[in-house]
């Protein structure tokens, strides 16, 4: 069973940058393809960003291209997202998530594993 808990949410101004963690339960990182969504309030799940198992390739949300960075420590089994230049309508619970398919996207039904969730809010 992959558990794989986020930390690291919080209160930033706008403008300002917040790092979120995921970290897996055992070896997960490095086996798994992982990613990040969140959820506004009253909307839909939305894809953020993803890392391949290898760490090779990166993917990202229109939304957070250029601001965001996804990225893992293998030796930490741990999974970040680095949040820069941050705007209010980034304002959501940020969730981990992890797929072991081989082919997968960005939708959230293609990923099995999945955190509990961190609380992001953006003040303007």
């Known amino acids: 069973q992959v558990q794989l808990i986020e930390s690291g949410g919080g209160l930033v101004q706008a403008g300002g940058s917040l790092r979120v963690s995921c970290a897996a339960s055992r070896r997960t990182v490095s086996r798994l393809a992982m990613g990040w969504f969140r959820q506004a309030s009253g909307k839909e799940r939305e894809f953020v960003a993803a890392i391949s198992s290898s760490g090779a390739s990166t993917y990202y949300g229109d939304s957070v291209k250029g601001r965001f960075t996804i990225s893992g420590d293998n030796a930490k089994n741990t999974m970040y997202l680095q949040m820069n230049s941050l705007k209010p309508e980034d304002t959501a619970v940020y969730y981990c998530?992890?797929?072991?398919?081989?082919?997968?996207?960005?939708?959230?039904?293609?990923?099995?594993?999945w955190g509990q969730g961190t609380q992001v809010t953006v003040s303007s």
């Open positions: 998530a992890g797929t072991a398919r081989r082919a997968w996207g960005m939708r959230a039904e293609e990923f099995d594993y």
